[in-house]
């Protein structure tokens, strides 16, 4: 392989990962002599998926391979149900939500808060409000656009990064899982945190976030028609991550000859 592929490892400036406590959107770009590969187009990654369906950790262990940077999308929507409900706000006012979306700063996307099952549920409560997603979408393009230096490319995870966010993105994965696997691997993660749920409760809460996501009118929940879907109920994520990576190293060669 001759050339310019960026398949160099860890230089993983993870913006917004939950795997990762570095501030998100660092470097976002704003400054135009600071990017990296100015006048060549960003290579985007875009991962859907419902919720625990493993996008998260694909997206991360992806970035870290490739070098890209990473957004994880829904610690936006997060950050955005936290600031509503911490000085006790109603998550689905669509005032107190877009303003709340617009107050986000770099720091609370880090913020181990946001990992709870509460702020989850009120994250699709936001998030099926079109003021909250205009807001956030700009934030979302501009990163996919200009990710943080050194990264040559952006991989961002959520529920319509393929479908509205970047509808050009070069590859588009769809990860999904059964209900119950997912729950399976959120009462696992739970757990790990030190915190103490019942498999039903957790599966039922999925089902009730899986149908907010999927049913709302602005942007739901959806794979696009081009995307790739991975069922990972059956893979672990090893497997999940070489199936990636392998069409991911395919997508990179074919740009690599267009150019
Ligand atoms: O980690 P998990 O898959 O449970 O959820 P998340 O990715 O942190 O997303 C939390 C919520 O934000 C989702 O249930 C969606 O309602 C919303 N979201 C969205 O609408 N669009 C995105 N691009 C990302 C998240």
């Known amino acids: 392989m001759s050339g ?3 398949l160099t490892p860890a230089l993983s400036p993870q913006a917004g990962s939950k795997h990762s406590p ?3 959107l660092a470097g976002r770009g704003r400054n135009p002599r600071q990017r990296e590969g100015e006048g060549s187009r960003s290579f985007v990654i875009a991962i859907d998926g419902p919720a625990a369906s493993g996008k998260g950790t694909l997206a991360c262990r992806l970035a870290d391979r490739l070098g890209f940077a990473h957004l994880d999308t829904g610690a936006l929507y997060r950050a955005t149900a936290f600031l509503v409900l911490d000085p006790g706000g109603d998550p689905a006012d669509p005032e107190t939500a877009a303003r709340a979306a617009r107050r986000i700063d770099r720091q609370l996307l880090a913020d181990p808060r946001l990992r709870g099952e509460v702020v989850a549920a009120a994250a699709s409560t936001v998030a099926a409000i079109p003021a909250v997603r205009r807001a956030l979408l700009e934030l979302q393009r501009s990163f996919a656009a200009h990710p943080p230096a ?3 490319g952006a991989i961002l995870d959520g529920r319509d990064i393929g479908s509205v966010v970047c509808p050009a993105a070069d590859v588009k994965l769809f990860v999904t899982a059964s ?4 729950a399976r691997r959120r009462l696992e993660e739970l757990r790990q945190r030190g915190a103490t749920a019942i498999f039903e409760d957790v599966l039922q809460d999925l089902k009730e976030r899986d ?3 999927t049913e709302r009118r602005t942007a739901p929940l959806t794979a696009a028609p081009d995307a790739i879907v991975i069922d990972t109920t059956a893979l672990d994520a090893d497997a999940v991550f070489e199936r990636a990576y392998n069409l991911i190293a395919r997508a990179l060669k074919e740009k690599e000859w267009k150019q």
Not at 179 to 182: K, T, V
């Open 4 to 6: 310019a592929l960026p």
């Open 22 to 24: 570095r501030p998100a």
């Open 150 to 152: 050194p990264a040559k």
């Open 179 to 182: 209900a119950e696997e997912r």
């Open 211 to 213: 149908a907010r996501d």
